[in-house]
């Protein structure tokens, strides 16, 4: 009888001690497919976009080349940084040039394309920029009758 017990008790030790600890999520970067108990390690990705995402108070100045080239100071409005579920090098610009506009930009690091045929504008066509710590800088080709303008900008985060 003793020797029924003991082999029970080695029995029950033996399974329990076969759980083997780690991170079940299959979402997180140090998955364990191994792992039987989650232990509290699981450790996520980190979205390098989410330190762009937010709303920047911009300036634009335009610039319109043709026979008499001009200058114009445009008045501060609000940029809106998104990232949406995408991919993680698509931001979305919205507000663009101030005419509501939503465009797609690639991000590369802290700079970003802003893609000729993306997003909902006939206005603002393609440009690039760039993330300085909470400062944005752009410039962007606008679609306007007459001569092609392009517009410059820049802005800090609010």
């Known amino acids: 009888m003793r020797k029924i017990t003991l082999l029970f008790g080695a029995l029950i030790l033996s399974l329990t001690a076969c759980k083997k600890e780690g991170c079940t999520d299959a979402a997180a970067t140090n998955y364990d497919e191994k792992a039987k108990k989650d232990d509290g390690s699981c450790i996520y990705p980190v979205d390098e976009r989410d330190q762009y995402m937010g ?6 100045s335009v610039y319109q080349p043709g026979p008499n080239p001009t200058w114009a100071v445009g008045q501060e409005y609000i940029l809106q940084i998104s990232k949406g579920n995408t991919v993680k090098d698509t931001i979305f610009i919205n507000n663009a040039g101030n005419y509501g ?3 797609t930009a690639i991000l590369v690091g802290s700079h970003f394309v802003i893609e000729a045929n993306s997003g909902d504008s006939q206005y603002i066509g393609s440009g690039s920029g760039s993330f300085e710590g909470n400062k944005i800088n752009y410039s962007m080709r606008s679609y306007v009758p007459g001569p092609t303008p392009n517009i410059y900008g820049k802005g800090s985060k609010q």
């Open 55 to 60: 709303s920047y108070l911009v300036k634009d």
């Open 101 to 103: 506009a939503k465009k």
